[in-house]
């Protein structure tokens, strides 16, 4: 059971706009920033999102998030093939004195 | 660029211990702490715990303390981390990855199969 919760799978035909969300609660995302990782299928995840908001260099900007009192979504525009992967949100817990992960999201282009 | 190269694969015995490393190159290894988060065969990510390069102040995950020892080598750039008395749900692929307050970048991985 993790922290932080994400539905298991969403899908979207190419050229579409498909959001994940992420639930959390006051002691994570309620005070704390949130980020993002896609993880390709047989690879190691990668940076997607910081701070809420912000795109490393080289993430195409089809990829945005944003976050609202306890919760937080990853939206990807566009879609393409080759997002195909899993994405996980995560963010610091005052309770837990750690990071946490939300389960993860499957995300299938059809 | 920055790098995260992870030691090979393991095969332990339930009740072992493993150590796995992980060389970093490309920055300034003091400026950053670096953070271990496994993935179980077909699950999620869990983060096990945080150590300073800097002063070597750690922060293990409740879940793994007593278990494991996460350690910052500021000669080698390098930092371990020993998981011990192992069980076959410790079956999974370790990562290291650099924490700035977000993980980046992530090393390769490492599987460590618990197995008897």
């Known amino acids: 059971q993790s922290v932080l919760t994400q539905p298991p799978s969403a899908s979207g035909a190419p050229g579409q706009r498909v959001t994940i969300s992420c639930f959390g609660s006051s002691s994570n995302i309620g005070s704390n920033t949130v980020n993002w990782y896609q993880q390709l299928p047989g690879t190691a995840p990668k940076l997607l999102i910081y701070?809420?908001?912000q795109r490393p260099s080289g993430v195409p900007d089809r990829f945005s998030g944003s976050k609202s009192g306890t919760s937080a979504s990853l939206a990807i525009s566009g879609l393409q093939s080759e997002d195909e992967a899993d994405y996980y949100c995560a963010t610091w817990d005052h309770s837990l004195n750690g990071w946490v992960f939300g389960g993860g999201t499957k995300l299938t282009v059809l | 660029q920055v790098q995260l190269v992870q030691s090979g694969a393991e095969v332990k015995k339930p009740g072992a211990s493993v150590k796995v490393s992980c060389k970093t190159s490309?920055?300034?290894?003091?400026?950053?702490?670096i953070s271990w988060v496994r993935q179980a065969p077909g699950q999620g990510l869990e983060w096990m715990g945080w150590?300073?390069?800097?002063?070597?102040?750690?922060n293990y995950a409740q879940k793994f303390q007593g278990r494991v020892t996460m350690t910052a080598d500021t000669s080698t750039s390098t930092a371990y981390m020993e998981l011990r008395s192992l069980r076959s749900d410790d079956t999974a692929v370790y990562y290291c990855?650099?924490?700035?307050?977000?993980?980046?970048?992530w090393g390769q991985g490492t599987l460590v199969t618990v197995s008897s």
């Open positions: 990855v650099r924490d700035q307050g977000r993980f980046d970048p």
């Open positions: 490309g920055y300034i290894f003091t400026n950053y702490g």
């Open positions: 701070s809420d908001n």
């Open positions: 150590v300073s390069a800097y002063n070597d102040n750690r």
